[in-house]
C-alpha cells in the first residue's frame, strides 16, 4: 500500500511538471512576436520584417560600369533626342580610349580591344547612344594612312535574293548613361585579321541597321593598320576624324 501511495504521488509530481512546463513554453513563444508565428519565413534575424524601404541602385548611373550590359537594361531607355538637340563639348571632360589586347597578330589572327569611356571632369557626364534596337559596335579596319577601308569587300552589295523583302530599317530608340566623376564605362570588342565577303545566306534573319552581312574571306596581309570601334553615340560634338564616338588603335600583323 506505502508503495502504491509513493507510486502516485510520483506519478502526478511528474505530470504536472509537463503540463506547466508546456505552458510557460507556448507563452513565451507568443510573446516573442505577437503579430507572426516564430517560425514565420518573413522574420529577419531580429524578429522583424525586412525593411524594403531603401532606395534600388540605379543600373543608368555608376562609378564603374560595363558599357555593353548597361545600354541593354530596359530601365536606361529614355526619349529620342529632338532634331533640334545640340551637341555637347565633351573636351577636356571625357576621355575616349581604345587599346588592343595584343598590338601584334598573325594573319587571320584575333585580339580583343579594350573600349574606355573615361570621365575626368569634377562632375556627372550624360551620354546617350542609339539601339536599333540593340548597340551595335562594329569594327572598322583601315590601311596604315587611315585613309582606304580594307576589310569590306569589293564592290556594292548584290541585289537581294528571290522571296528576301526589301531591307527597311527600324524606328530606333535612345539609352542614356551617367558615368561619375572620375568614373569610366568599358568594354571588350573582338577584332580579327581577316577581309571579308558578301553573305547573301545571311540576310533571312539579320537586322536591316547592320547593314548587309559579311563573313570571313582570307586573311589580311601583313603590314599596320588603323583599327577603329564606331560607337553609336550621338549628341557629342567632334570633328571629322570622329575622335569621339570612333576611337582608334594601330594594329600590325607580321
Not at 588603323?226 to 588603335?249: I, N
Amino acid at each position: 500500500m506505502r508503495h502504491l501511495l509513493i507510486s502516485a504521488l510520483f506519478v502526478a509530481a511528474c505530470g504536472g511538471g509537463s503540463t506547466e512546463n508546456k505552458e510557460t513554453k507556448q507563452a513565451t513563444n507568443e510573446t516573442k512576436n505577437p503579430e507572426l508565428p516564430p517560425d514565420d519565413p518573413a522574420l529577419g534575424d531580429g524578429g522583424t520584417k525586412p525593411d524594403d524601404t531603401q532606395p534600388k541602385k540605379d543600373p543608368c548611373v555608376g562609378f564603374e560600369m560595363d558599357l555593353g550590359t548597361t545600354l541593354m537594361q530596359a530601365q536606361c531607355e529614355v526619349e529620342n533626342p529632338k532634331p533640334d538637340a545640340k551637341s555637347v563639348d565633351m573636351k577636356d571632360k571625357l576621355v575616349v580610349s581604345l587599346v588592343p589586347a595584343s598590338a601584334t597578330v598573325a594573319p587571320g589572327g584575333h585580339t580583343d580591344l579594350t573600349l574606355t569611356l573615361a570621365n575626368k571632369s569634377s562632375s556627372n557626364i550624360a551620354l546617350f547612344f542609339t539601339l536599333d534596337p540593340t548597340p551595335r559596335f562594329p569594327t572598322e579596319t583601315y590601311d596604315s594612312k587611315g585613309k582606304k577601308r580594307v576589310d569590306l569587300p569589293w564592290g556594292n552589295p548584290p541585289p537581294l535574293p528571290k522571296g528576301v523583302a526589301p531591307r527597311v530599317a527600324t524606328s530606333h530608340e535612345t539609352a542614356k548613361i551617367t558615368i561619375v566623376p572620375n568614373g569610366k564605362a568599358t568594354m571588350t570588342i573582338p577584332w580579327n585579321a581577316v577581309k571579308t565577303t558578301w553573305a547573301p545566306e545571311k540576310l533571312k534573319g539579320s537586322s536591316p541597321e547592320s547593314g548587309y552581312p559579311r563573313k570571313p574571306n582570307g586573311s589580311l596581309g601583313k603590314g599596320t593598320y588603323v583599327v577603329r570601334v564606331a560607337m553609336p553615340l550621338v549628341l557629342v560634338f567632334e570633328g571629322t576624324e570622329r575622335e569621339v564616338s570612333a576611337p582608334k588603335t594601330t594594329i600590325t600583323i607580321k
